[in-house]
């Protein structure tokens, strides 16, 4: 029997509810495959930065950097501003992990409602590889008043005036301002899992930015995007500015295999692919570092107005755990949970709001569990 | 008879066919409701570029800055670097002119396929106000080898070993940076053109950010947003975090009413807008200065595979131009242009292959010409 042990991190709001349903899946999965998992629960979150004040201390990210993979729910707290808990706890362990690759696939399962017409499970089904360490997620930036910060206020006037001969005021005006960057090493890496991911599907590759404005980082991205495909011959590839790709997105999503892109983007498009692959209730990702920890979620929030209802969809999550010990290893069990989810929507049963349904959480997880057992 | 004196400026790909049909309607509108246009046009795009080594001059700025408003085609060729017209052209133009709003209607007329299943014209009508000088598109950005900028290669490992205490090797590393800005009078004036223009609508406003991510850019647009919206007690409010926001535009796209955005985000969320209200055929857009000169376009590219094939629709330029001259003051042949563009829709006879017809450019821009005239 082999034994795993997985930190989970249930978080905040509906994030409880929907974990308990990802485990009792995956236990159930380990009964049948011959694993065995201990769960070691972890309270960060709204409530434990409420009482103590701490977010996720260095000592946790490090105990927790034992472990090849964490199993997440959900961050965010309307008691706290926008961004606290979001950056101090999901970022912070995204880029303390070095977790490189925020991996979503964007699938259609059969017999799910998509809001596009004329389209099937068919046409809905490939990959974002969301770089996930750098770009505007850095967290560089600030603001400036006059006096406050002379060269940030100056930036703006020295452009008009360099450009256009205007003299613009800026002495009474405050500006806010934001840094991205994206590194050589960052950059590669995750254009070069994208390409490994394509030789193993239909061996596309469609990169993503919007270097006819952003030049200076996009264009950077574009070359070293250029001299990695020139590594894989065997693999097509397109270029699609970040505007044109949501309209694809819609419109023919049937175009797609691999789809990399640099982390802001990649957030957006990706809530966009979780739409049109039936609604944020049924899409997973995984944060990945192929050679440290990785860490599987929800892509959806910790939807407050839900929590303790045992009303919201626990797919996404149970889809996660999937991803989760199918990156352990365990193939065979993850693809049965994909299958049970699979039978659980085309039976049509047992399904949440969402999906037109009137099953709680709880239901929906006893049924794919069930489905797991072969019962 | 009221004389108008118009530059435009055909530019690009398509860009020459689809003027002349916008140009056409506004003639016939102009006999009908008793204006006459002067159009003064002006050769900038690829090949004068070409030819000349000319993108636009400050001159020509100046002297296109004497008019209210300037006519666009499209801007852009494969044969020069993807940005170089773009950015050299259509950007400076918006700049130098201060055009600070980016108006985009998002309106699916009768009888026009949207690709989104249950939603007809009463659901998808709203209007995105884009801020359309700041933000990332200031173009201050550059790349940093060792040695060459060592500030700016520090960033990343500053960040890294102040909040985590690692110590990332960055010594070989080359970095590709984007500066974004926003000022407090650039984003006040945006938003408040949006707010008056609720006042006049259904009086409600989204706006758009990602405060929780890029928390030091967008926090201060949101403190901004709060404020203004503090003076406008009859209109309400939400905040959607651009992520988000492409899923409702998908889903419920009846929830909006007028959408303001910073620069970037206005840029993305309005091509998925555009597909919403059928394609970019369909999409036009105004730079607008309230007090300066103001440029409408459709916002779709310069298409040059189909250059000189008299084939793509110009309805989103005609539209534009029915925007233009409304900006003028010609409410009533701006409506009578818009009504005309329903009809040749509604009567589904004459029409382009992206609306599964076989009419050429030109026979749609003479059939909706026939209709403003009253034929
Ligand atoms: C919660 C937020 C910080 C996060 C992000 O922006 O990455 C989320 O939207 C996501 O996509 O995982
Ligand atoms: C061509 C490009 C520079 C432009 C932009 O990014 O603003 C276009 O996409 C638009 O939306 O008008």
Do not use: C
């Amino acid at each position: 029997m082999t034994q795993y042990k997985i930190p989970v991190l249930p978080g905040d709001g509906i994030g409880p509810e929907i974990i308990a349903e990802g485990r009792k899946v995956i236990d159930a999965a380990g009964e049948r495959f011959g694993f065995d998992v201990e769960w070691i629960e972890y309270p960060q979150g709204a409530d434990h930065y409420l009482e103590t004040g701490e977010l996720i201390s260095e000592d946790t990210l490090k105990e927790l950097s034992g472990y090849p993979a964490i199993y997440l729910g959900s961050i965010g707290d309307p008691r706290i501003a926008p961004g606290v808990l979001e950056k101090g706890i999901l970022l912070t362990a995204r880029f303390y992990f070095d977790e490189y690759v925020n991996l979503r696939p964007i699938k259609l399962l059969d017999g799910v409602w998509t809001p596009l017409k004329d389209k099937t499970s068919k046409d809905i089904d490939f990959v974002v590889v969301r770089e996930n360490t750098e770009d505007f997620y850095v967290g560089v930036g600030g603001r400036a008043k006059t006096g406050a910060s002379k060269d940030l206020l100056e930036v703006k006037r020295t452009l008009y005036s360099a450009k256009f001969g205007l003299d613009i005021e800026t002495d009474s005006e405050e500006i806010g301002y934001q840094i991205g960057l994206i590194s050589k090493e960052g950059t590669d890496r995750v254009i070069e899992y994208a390409f490994d991911l394509a030789e193993n599907r239909k061996k596309h590759v469609s990169s993503v930015d919007k270097a006819n404005v952003l030049s200076d980082i996009y264009g950077f991205w574009r070359e070293e995007f250029n001299a990695i495909s020139a590594k894989h011959p065997g693999v097509t590839t397109d270029f699609n500015f970040v505007d044109a790709v949501t309209m694809w997105f819609v419109k023919n999503p049937e175009w797609f295999d691999v789809v990399v892109t640099p982390n802001m983007f990649g957030d957006i498009i990706t809530d966009l692919g979780a739409m049109i692959q039936g609604g944020l209730g049924l899409a997973p990702g995984g944060n990945i570092n192929p050679k440290g920890t990785s860490m599987f979620e929800p892509i959806h929030g910790s939807a407050p107005k839900y929590k303790g209802q045992n009303k919201v969809n626990p797919i996404a999550t149970i889809w996660a755990g999937a991803m989760l010990i199918e990156h352990l290893g365990e193939k065979e069990a993850a693809d049965t949970i994909v299958n049970a989810i699979q039978k659980n929507i085309l039976d049509g049963k047992v399904k949440t709001y969402d999906l037109g349904g009137k099953s709680t959480t709880s239901d929906v997880g006893d049924d794919i569990t069930r489905i797991v057992r072969g019962e």
